[in-house]
């Protein structure tokens, strides 16, 4: 039995503008390092063994921040393109509206394409030696990855990610 706990990213600049970020870059904002930082310190007692973060620069900059807090060697953590954000395509950097389709966004990673990138991060965390895990990533990949541990939590279910937060899943 793993205990697998995830992060969304702190607060980033394009969220403060409320603009779809995906996998376009965007810094974590003051509010963002101190959403991370507090993370840290909620997690000191978690006994973290290990720490996966996406490449992208605002929950890698997260994972940084939470590595220091809490003794963990920041050249230890591991980026993986795996958790990385799912791309919108040309919503990239336009105004967030819940109910957009972004299938039907001609060059936006399909939802499918999503689900199954999740599924293979979770079966690339089951071939990992560590009982804690803390995976750094986003808002959409954590809902995939929700959406695979979690029966009565679909995909779509409404509930959002806060930035920072940190939830823990029971893998077997």
């Given at each position: 039995?793993?205990?697998?706990?995830?992060?969304r990213h702190g607060l980033s600049q394009l969220n403060?503008?409320?603009?779809?970020?995906?996998?376009?870059?965007?810094?974590?904002?003051?509010?963002?390092?101190?959403?991370?930082?507090?993370?840290?310190?909620?997690?000191?007692?978690?006994?973290?063994?290990?720490?996966?973060?996406?490449?992208?620069?605002?929950?890698?900059?997260?994972?940084?921040?939470?590595?220091?807090?809490?003794?963990?060697?920041?050249?230890?953590?591991?980026?993986?393109?795996?958790?990385?954000?799912?791309?919108?395509?040309?919503?990239?950097?336009?105004?967030?509206?819940?109910?957009?389709?972004?299938?039907?966004?001609?060059?936006?990673?399909?939802?499918?394409?999503?689900?199954?990138?999740?599924?293979?991060?979770?079966?690339?965390?089951?071939?990992?030696?560590?009982?804690?895990?803390?995976?750094?990533?986003?808002?959409?990949?954590?809902?995939?990855?929700?959406?695979?541990?979690?029966?009565?939590?679909?995909?779509?279910?409404?509930?959002?990610?806060?930035?920072?937060?940190?939830?823990?899943?029971?893998?077997?």
């Amino acid at each position: 039995m793993t205990h697998l706990y995830f992060v969304r990213h702190g607060l980033s600049q394009l969220n403060t503008e409320k603009r779809v970020a995906g996998t376009t870059q965007t810094p974590l904002t003051k509010t963002g390092k101190e959403q991370a930082k507090s993370t840290g310190k909620d997690a000191q007692n978690l006994g973290i063994e290990h720490i996966i973060s996406s490449p992208l620069s605002r929950a890698y900059d997260t994972a940084k921040i939470i590595a220091k807090e809490i003794g963990f060697p920041i050249n230890k953590i591991e980026v993986n393109p795996l958790f990385i954000e799912r791309h919108f395509g040309s919503m990239e950097g336009q105004p967030y509206t819940p109910d957009v389709n972004y299938d039907g966004i001609a060059d936006a990673e399909k939802k499918e394409v999503f689900l199954a990138r999740a599924h293979l991060a979770i079966k690339y965390l089951h071939t990992l030696p560590y009982k804690k895990i803390l995976v750094v990533s986003h808002g959409a990949t954590g809902r995939a990855l929700r959406h695979h541990l979690v029966a009565d939590k679909p995909f779509d279910y409404p509930e959002r990610f806060a930035n920072a937060e940190l939830v823990e899943w029971i893998i077997t």
